[in-house]
């Protein structure tokens, strides 16, 4: 049966009558090869209506439609357990396991999750969000069936990008010598580990996980052993012939018995070689070749830019065009940049000026906009892949021999290289500068994906310099302040767009440490000062409208502007932070810990995230959720002070 093909996303919900006949993939395992044929037709066409109308991750589930289906064909689940990689590729996963009609509200505040969760549903046997844990995880799951003694087996799902990410190969070296049960699926849709081989890979791959090979291929161990070199010969020349036409020999050398590559998208060959796979003892690694959106034409063309898409905004109803409207200029509002564009732009204009400057980012060149700087310095940019922690020491290498790089990461996935930061770095006070992304809520992705922990794990690394912008032109000219600084400096900015400065064209630096009184109280006595640290500052100069009081832009979160926060807390009752990042060690920490250094007593009122992980949502939802937005802070500050 061919596999349906679609142009478009269809507005309209699909007829999926064999989708909708089941709530769980228990009924999947009583179907023929045509009725598997069906639903993943049925499936396909439900994932393109459902991302439409909600919005989301895109061309990695239409990828693996196929094979989510063959496995919770082939497999037990949940007992058996299924570990998705990232979870990018997990939504056909959600719609076979019970949350078909809930898929209209992923990502929305009150959702369903952006990724696997444990809490959501059985069937997601681990959380993820962060790429290439699953491999970890899933051995983690089966040695621990093996010291139960259950009879369990557990499958990991990894893509090819996920791979590049050393700690994809740590799970693998000590995989293949433990002897557990797991198998690992390598989705291979970029063609970065081997080129499509076609029909005779295909064949290898039926008799490389056939049982009778098998059978024969550990009889023939015993027989070989038997003779001098014979069992060395025999290995070899396996090896050999597997290696003409796939990657077999790294992974069989890592203790893994390798099948493949095959045919993502061959149903009937992907549900026969599971069914093989699924009884056999010890790691087993199978390779197959996905197209990224397969299914949907113009996502197969552009696989990046389908990446995740939007939701489908509802046509609008026919009427007459009104007449075009005579626009003042001087009425126009501001231009809104977001800050990764204002970083990109920085980035090539300082690096037209320093032929010293290096860009380094760990695959997220289009996310933190490195796209022109990768064409207009290419043999200055590197993309390290996956592999937050290789990029960090690579600039600390590149530091050491007087250059000047720039770190560009989004703020959770600088999590992963901590201990770089601090060792390969700080400690030797190298000159390195991190541009951070993400910083704060960033929205539907959910608690991986929120910058929330930043400022308090960088505030605590000695020498650190950590600046927050409160607009565009700050964030151009704090990039320039930490490039000049000689030690590692960061500018954490959040998701999206800036309140809409006007950004200059000049590098000249901001002043570091120093704070902007950008609102005085109009009458004397007033009893509020806001301190405000970045993003926050659009609420804050709300706020200090509404209550008539002072307000500070703190703009370096490390140093303090420490005169600054000592006359504020001199002139007023009352001194407020606010930031977008959890309380506890963040900016507002640091004003406490100066007033309490000084010995200045005077009450302090630190707005922040909550201690706990904050939920999926859009930014305004979740900062109003949080009180920070600028109903929020109002509301705090007169329960602090009730009659002011």
Not at 338 to 354: H, I, P, Q, R, S
Not at 604 to 630: I, M, R, S, Y
Request: charged share 25%; net charge negative.
């Amino acid at each position: 049966m061919p596999m349906k093909l679609f142009d478009k996303i269809p507005r309209e919900r699909p007829a999926t009558p064999l989708l909708d006949s089941f709530d769980h993939p228990a009924a999947l395992r009583a179907m023929n090869a045509k009725q598997l044929a069906q639903l993943a037709d049925e499936l396909r066409a439900y994932l393109l209506y459902s991302v439409g109308q909600s919005g989301g991750h895109f061309g990695a589930g239409l990828g693996v439609v196929e094979l989510t289906v063959a496995l919770h064909q082939a497999f037990d689940t949940p007992f058996d357990r299924l570990v998705w990689d990232v979870g990018h590729q997990a939504y056909p996963h959600k719609i076979l396991t019970g949350r078909r009609d809930a898929m209209l509200s992923i990502r929305q505040h009150g959702g369903l999750a952006a990724f696997p969760r444990r809490s959501e549903s059985e069937y997601d046997t681990f959380g993820v969000g962060h790429s290439s844990t699953s491999i970890s995880a899933a051995l983690g799951m089966a040695l621990a069936a093996r010291a139960r003694g259950e009879k369990r087996r557990v499958c990991a799902v990894i893509g090819d990008g996920a791979l590049t990410a050393g700690m994809a190969y740590e799970a693998l070296a000590h995989a293949g010598h433990v002897d557990a049960n797991l198998l690992v699926i390598l989705n291979d849709n970029e063609m970065s580990i081997s080129e499509n081989v076609g029909g005779i890979a295909t064949y290898l791959a039926r008799v490389l996980s056939s049982k009778p090979y098998l059978k024969m291929r550990e009889e023939g161990k015993k027989v070989l052993s038997h003779l001098p070199g014979a069992l060395e010969l025999a290995r070899r020349t396996e090896e050999h012939m597997k290696g003409m036409v796939s990657p077999a020999t790294l992974f069989e050398e890592m203790g893994f018995h390798y099948i493949g590559p095959l045919d993502g998208h061959d149903l009937e060959m992907l549900t026969q070689t599971l069914h093989n796979l699924r009884d056999l003892e010890g790691p087993q690694f199978l390779h197959i070749k996905t197209c990224k959106g397969k299914g949907f034409l113009p996502a197969e063309a552009d696989p990046i830019g389908y990446h995740a898409i939007t939701k489908l905004e509802k046509p609008a109803a026919a009427k007459s065009p009104p007449a075009p409207a005579k626009l003042d200029p001087s009425q126009a509002g501001p231009v809104k940049r977001k800050y990764c564009n204002v970083f990109g732009e920085w980035l090539c204009d300082m690096a037209a000026t320093d032929a010293r400057l290096i860009g380094i980012t760990p695959a997220m060149r289009e996310g933190s906009d490195l796209i022109r700087f990768s064409k207009e310095y290419p043999e200055r940019y590197f993309d390290v892949a996956i592999a937050e922690q290789h990029a960090v020491t690579l600039a600390a290498g590149m530091a050491c021999e007087a250059m000047k790089p720039v770190v560009a990461i989004y703020s959770t996935f600088l999590q992963r290289g901590y201990d770089q930061l601090i060792h390969d770095i700080a400690v030797q006070h190298l000159d390195v500068t991190f541009a951070i992304d993400r910083a704060g809520l960033v929205g539907e992705d959910g608690p991986t994906h929120h910058g929330s922990m930043d400022l308090s794990f960088l505030r605590c690394v000695p020498d650190m310099v950590i600046l927050a912008p409160a607009d565009e032109a700050e964030c151009r000219a704090m990039l320039s302040a930490a490039y000049h600084h000689p030690g590692p400096a960061a500018v954490r900015y959040p998701r999206g767009s800036g309140p809409g400065a006007v950004i200059p064209d000049h590098l000249e630096p901001l002043e570091i440490g120093k704070a902007e009184l950008r609102r005085t109280s109009k009458k004397q006595g007033t009893r509020i000062a806001l301190l405000a640290f970045g993003s926050l500052n659009t609420a804050a100069a709300e706020v200090a409208e509404r209550l008539d009081a002072t307000y500070l832009n703190m703009r370096s979160v490390k140093p303090l502007d420490r005169d600054a926060v000592l006359a504020a807390a001199d002139d007023h009752e009352l001194i407020v932070t606010l930031e977008e990042n959890v309380i506890a060690g963040g900016a507002g920490s640091a004003v406490n810990e100066l007033l309490a250094a000084e010995g200045v007593q005077v009450e302090v009122l630190n707005l922040g995230l909550p201690d706990a992980f904050v939920e999926h949502g859009t930014p305004a939802e979740l900062l109003a959720e949080c009180g920070l937005d600028a109903d929020g802070v109002e509301k705090a500050i007169r329960t602090r002070l009730p009659e002011g």
